[in-house]
């Protein structure tokens, strides 16, 4: 984890109430690996005294950028949305511990997003298709409205898209689109808990690594605010240093 | 400029540490920047046994400030002994233990048990936890309660007390009379303020605990008043907290009558804050024309008021 | 969507209201406006006596709030009843009035005098100002000299009673509970908590009463709690208030269990809000699933909690 | 008194920590008098739950503009400051009492300001110049860094500057340079409480205007944060609504 001097580069609304920005980070002497997040500081003054979580969803290791996708869903977010291209981000990165893309022996991914689980798996394609893997993804919006990426994604492997109420691609849920059985080597998800229940649930017994959201104070491992119980025995782990991407079976959603 | 501040057990080299509670047992920091830069450590509150703490989510944001019902999760007094404290000998910074507990048995065993490891240089009896059903709290709202539990506990304590005060009173001045008569070497105020955040999408409290403390900039005002209310009838030391941001929140407090200062929710906002505030604090002080931090501490207090009322 | 809430002595046509001390008489803000739009206006403190309150600086802005300490200025009752209060008929929203005072006797006079003017439609009881030297906060953190002067005023008043609690207690429901047995027909909640700013250059309290009472968005997670909490064991009406900005923020109060929601601080930043927030209400309301204000209320109690804990 | 959104039109630092500002108004229905001032929000958010009473410093009824000129204090003045060319203003206009420049019967003014109070003292010297009026100006500063629109006075009349420290102009304070004997009108005076007090002391029996500095509440007359006794008989005034100008003799300092 890095304190780094961000800038924003580039700035679009890429779908209802999404916005993706490009930040070019100073010098980024360790390159984040996917599943890992930015902890962004929310203005200068003392309004907002905890920093947002939000997944790096590309990295330009030449150029020094960093994608974030977001989506607005209250005060935090909706400051985000109002940088202006070339202000100063106060942002912490290479959080927690991704997704293990170097150390993986299989063929086949499966990537299964939800709304705002959706931009980490962007990185995540890109890089196991760095390693040779073949990737699929479902990914799950609320309406036509709020899918985004789509394109990005067909460009690496499969997709299909969910919303749940039908206006675009299948109608439904990400549940009702995974494949009975598997031909993947692994499944990857990331999105609300509810979701990741229900994945989890379906692909039992499969190896799979799901991300988990849960709301943060200081994002280092220091507060104890985002503990999530270990599946065996007792104890537990923090989500922002020990993940916030755990073995499914690692812990008890 | 000299930042030095001896208070009992603590030779301070500057006036600044983290919180308890908003700095784990210092290794995430550590990674950071180099801890011996600080004043002293806080650290984590301890009790008998290892606790798992409250259910998630335990914290939530407010305008200027936070909720948390982390519910003192810790691996408990032994292990925080046997596994935490060595690593922070490294550093040579005082470190104080904060001591939490259900009955004034629990108290006693812990702050006995961490007293005589040699591996703390004072204790933080923290009877203010407004996050645990059963104690905490309430030895910090009843004076006769608070007078009790400080007098068994510095009975078994080899290092200096120091009681942290809640906030959630009719009357601080009572309560640090209270455990200053029963023997605290000093004072260590404010906890958080009870407060509550209800999620409107789901209609219920956001913390899985209901309620929560409240910390960081908001409850500076509160901080600021009670540490001058209490610092004009009590003479022991008091280490000031409560929103502590920058520099200037530091000669602040230090005005009203704290010889120290702790920094908690500005660690999550800022993680290189403390280090900031101790670089900036000489040029804060010089500013206001003070000579030293041991200048500064209750300047704020001017022997008679010049306001007249014109009732 | 029907904003209506029918409260003792109040039929409000919608629930929001200016908090007291906030609004002045309501002339200032009858040339912004048009007043019939507000759910009912609680004018500024009432006393036996004109008083003309403390000495400069009064307020202070604070992170997300701001200390007052007015100290009661007010014409006194007689010419509040000869003066203001008849430019008030006009607007036809009912009239809530302020009582204060420092003695139990001179409560009952403020109150006999108001009730008697046929002017107001409800009390509101001040036994919570934080900034006089006598009276007020006292009473306001007592349970027993709650109850008595609540049952005192009760007693001589035409109107229904609505006592203003203040929140710089332990024990919130001990206080709801003591006012509701002497006969407070609902509870306004909360007045300000006691703060203070020290003024870095002159190194002095910035206020002349150097306290002030702390209000604005920094208190809402207090006043929510308290709400909460009190809703639980007191049944009558609560008129909620503590850093209200938005129509988001009434829904949270309204969950919580107050029946309406006054707004004070955030007439200062922005003279409009209260029409703004009425005029916002119905969809906030909407956009979580309510299909009136009634529906709302208390709407945050579970009946039981599902968090389980793992202790 | 009049809520206003208005626009950020030009920004200029002209001086130490001195910004002046030029917002548009949308339509400028009532036209300010010198001495009012615009009561003026700092933020979007909850962080600043106080406005920030400003002295209009000049008018373009035309173009439908306000100059106002401010110096950073603290946080306010300084969110303000960071306010960009095109950024919107949510601004009090109209608020107060301001000098009573068209029933004054007189040939010659004095103007004395000190720091931040010399800002209302220009709109104030062009508007007595309109009526006719010679006007001699004396305006006191911390330093020679501090001092800013000599050269705008000095086209409506004679200046004297003066400096706490002498780096520029008369070392001292204004009332060392106010003319013993008097052959003006009448004196209008803005600036701290202090220099207000020596200079009224100093001109006891001129007939004057002073313009009072207080922290504000509402700043429309609502919460009685700002009042000041008068001077006979009991009895107070609002700074915000029946101020800040008020006749020399009229309230207690
Ligand atoms: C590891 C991780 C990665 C994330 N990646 C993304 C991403 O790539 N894109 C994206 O749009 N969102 C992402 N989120 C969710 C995002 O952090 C929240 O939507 C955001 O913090 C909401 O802030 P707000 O101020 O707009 O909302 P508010 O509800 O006003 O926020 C108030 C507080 O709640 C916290 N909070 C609210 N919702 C969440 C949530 N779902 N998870 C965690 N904290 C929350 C905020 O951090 C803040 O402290 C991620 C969350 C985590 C934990
Ligand atoms: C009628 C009037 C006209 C003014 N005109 C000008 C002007 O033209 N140019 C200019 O630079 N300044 C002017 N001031 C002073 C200006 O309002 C303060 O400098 C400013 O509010 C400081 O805000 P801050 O947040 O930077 O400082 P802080 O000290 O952080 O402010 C905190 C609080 O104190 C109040 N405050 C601080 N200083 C003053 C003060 N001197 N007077 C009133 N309130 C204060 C603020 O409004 C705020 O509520 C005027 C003041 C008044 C009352
Ligand atoms: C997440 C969190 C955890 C805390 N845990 C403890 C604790 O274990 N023991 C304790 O005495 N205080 C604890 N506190 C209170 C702080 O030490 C401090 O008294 C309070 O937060 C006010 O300071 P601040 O406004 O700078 O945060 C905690 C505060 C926070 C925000
Ligand atoms: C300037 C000011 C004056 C006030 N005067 C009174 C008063 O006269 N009587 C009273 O009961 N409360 C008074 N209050 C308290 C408010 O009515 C209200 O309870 C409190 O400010 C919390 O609400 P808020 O956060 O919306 O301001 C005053 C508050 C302010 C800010
Ligand atoms: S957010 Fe502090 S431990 Fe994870
Ligand atoms: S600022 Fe409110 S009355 Fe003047």
Redesign the interface.
């Known amino acids: 984890?890095k304190?780094a001097q961000a800038v924003l580069a580039d700035k679009r609304k890429i779908a209802k109430d999404t916005y993706e920005m490009e930040l070019t980070v100073e010098e980024m002497n360790v390159i984040p690996t996917p599943g890992q997040f930015a902890h962004i500081?929310i203005?200068n003054?003392?309004?907002?005294?905890?920093?947002r979580p939000i997944s790096i969803a590309d990295v330009d290791p030449i150029q020094n950028t960093l994608t974030i996708i977001f989506k607005v869903i209250g005060?935090?977010t909706n400051?985000l949305s109002h940088c202006q291209v070339g202000d100063e981000l106060?942002v912490?990165i290479g959080c927690g511990q991704g997704y293990p893309v170097e150390d993986l022996a299989i063929q086949k991914a499966l990537l299964i997003g939800g709304g705002i689980g959706v931009p980490p798996l962007y990185y995540l394609a890109k890089r196991l298709r760095e390693q040779g893997i073949e990737v699929t993804s479902i990914l799950g919006f609320q309406t036509k409205e709020h899918v985004f990426y789509e394109k990005e994604f067909s460009l690496l492997g499969g997709v299909q898209i969910v919303t749940n109420d039908g206006s675009y691609g299948h109608k439904g849920f990400v549940t009702d689109v995974v494949p009975p059985v598997s031909d993947f080597g692994s499944y990857f998800t990331c999105g609300p808990t509810g979701m990741l229940k229900a994945v989890t649930h379906q692909l039992k017994g499969q190896k799979g690594y799901i991300s988990i959201e849960?709301?943060?104070?200081?994002?280092?491992?220091?507060?104890?605010?985002?503990?999530?119980?270990i599946a065996d025995g007792?104890g537990?782990r923090k989500i922002c240093?020990d993940g916030p991407v755990f073995k499914a079976e690692e812990v008890v959603l | 400029m000299s930042l030095r501040v001896d208070l009992p057990g603590l030779s301070l080299k500057n006036p600044i540490m983290p919180a308890s509670?908003?700095?784990?047992f210092g290794?995430?920091?550590s990674?950071?920047y180099d801890l011996h830069q600080l004043g002293a450590i806080i650290i984590?509150a301890a009790t008998q046994e290892k606790r798992?703490?409250n259910q998630?989510?335990?914290?939530?944001?407010t305008?200027?400030?936070?909720l948390?019902a982390?519910g003192l999760?810790n691996p408990g007094v032994a292990t925080i002994i046997d596994e935490e404290l060595p690593f922070l000998q490294s550093f040579d910074v005082p470190v104080v233990a904060n001591v939490a507990g259900s009955s004034v048995e629990e108290y006693v065993h812990v702050a006995r048990k961490l007293s005589e490891s040699e591996l703390v240089h004072a204790l933080e009896l923290n009877i203010s936890c407004p996050n645990v059903k059963e104690g905490g709290i309430q030895f910090g709202t009843d004076p006769d309660l608070a007078r009790e539990v400080t007098y068994k506990v510095k009975e078994v304590s080899k290092v200096p007390l120091y009681v942290k005060l809640s906030p959630n009173v009719s009357n601080i001045v009572a309560m640090a009379k209270a455990v200053a008569e029963a023997g605290s070497d000093g004072l260590s105020m404010i906890n958080t303020l009870t407060g509550m955040q209800i999620h409107l999408p789901s209609k219920r409290p956001l913390l899985a605990n209901q309620t929560g403390g409240l910390s960081?900039?908001a409850i500076k005002p509160i901080a600021i008043r009670m540490i001058y209310e209490v610092k004009q009838h009590v003479s022991i030391p008091i280490i000031g907290m409560g929103?502590v941001?920058t520099a200037e929140d530091v000669v602040e407090f230090l005005l009203a009558g704290a010889s120290a200062v702790a920094v908690g929710?500005?660690?999550?906002?800022?993680?290189?804050v403390c280090p900031e505030i101790i670089e900036a604090l000489p040029q804060a002080l010089e500013k206001y024309g003070f000579t030293s931090v041991e200048d500064c501490i209750g300047k704020g207090h001017p022997h008679e008021s010049s306001y007249l009322s014109r009732t």
């Open positions: 984890m304190k500081r203005g003054g003392s309004a907002h005294m905890l920093r005060g935090g400051e106060d912490l849960e709301r943060m104070g200081c994002g280092i491992g220091a507060c104890y605010a985002c503990v999530v119980p007792e537990f240093k | 509670g908003c700095f784990g290794r995430e920091f990674e950071l984590k798992y703490g998630t989510p335990r914290v939530a944001e305008a200027s400030g936070m948390n982390i999760q960081g900039p929103g941001t929710t500005a660690n999550f906002q800022n993680p290189f």
